[in-house]
Each structure stands twice: as structure tokens, then as C-alpha cells.
């Protein structure tokens, strides 16, 4: 069966595809120049915590959204646990950044969608 995408999408069938990928990540991110000018003055534990973050960002943006990993990142986003260290409240907590507000920005850039929004 053929099917026909945008050249921005790559078809995730057949056996050579072991991609999660729905969309191609971008050569260059768009978070590469947060990522350079915010991680360079992190301590290592920072880093870790920082690396979560970007991590779970990465798989929104470009997972296919029926993929484990991209369920999870949601999840993972989406709870407001702070209980656990890696939690994704505590990771923005102890990151000095809102976790509210990055859930809008990246409501804002499509990425994801909160709930009690309209489709």
C-alpha cells in the first residue's frame, strides 16, 4: 500500500523503518542555542536534570504520537508530581524554570495539546 506524506513526514511501516520518527528533527534545533548558552554554566547534576528536560522536548516535538516514548514524554510533562527527583516539576524546579510555563510555550508551539483543549 502506498502512501503519500509531505516531504516534511516519513512513512513509519515497513522493515527497513525503525524509526519513531513522524517528522525529520531539525539539522539544526531550535533549542541548540538554549541548550549551548544554559548548559555551559550547569554543574553536572544540572546537566543531568537539564538533559531530562531536552530529552522529553525532543520526543514531542518529533515522535510519532502512538510511539511509547512520545505517550511518555506526555505523561511525563503533564504531571505535576514533586516527589520524585526526576519528576518533571522537580527537574524545572530545580532548573529555576516554571514548569507551567514551559507546558504553555510548548502548547503555544504546537508540540503539544493541555487538556480542555478544543480539537
Not at 533549542?31 to 514531542?60: G, W
Not at 527537574?91 to 508540540?111: D, M, P, Q
Request: one cysteine or more; charged letters at 20%; a neutral charge.
Amino acid at each position: 500500500m502506498s502512501r503519500n506524506f509531505s516531504s516534511k513526514h516519513k512513512y513509519l511501516g515497513g522493515p527497513k523503518s525503525q524509526s519513531y520518527y513522524l517528522n525529520e528533527p531539525d539539522p539544526e534545533p531550535r533549542h541548540t542555542s538554549l541548550k549551548n548558552e544554559f548548559s555551559t554554566h550547569l554543574d553536572p547534576s544540572e546537566k543531568l536534570q537539564f538533559a531530562v528536560l531536552l530529552s522529553a522536548i525532543r520526543d514531542l516535538r518529533y515522535l510519532h504520537p502512538t510511539t511509547l516514548p512520545y505517550t511518555t514524554a506526555v505523561e511525563w510533562l503533564m504531571s505535576d508530581e514533586i516527589d520524585y527527583v526526576f519528576s518533571f516539576a522537580s527537574v524545572c524546579t530545580f532548573l529555576g524554570l516554571n514548569h507551567l510555563s514551559i507546558r504553555l510555550l510548548l502548547k503555544r508551539e504546537g508540540v503539544i495539546s493541555l487538556p480542555g483543549d478544543r480539537v
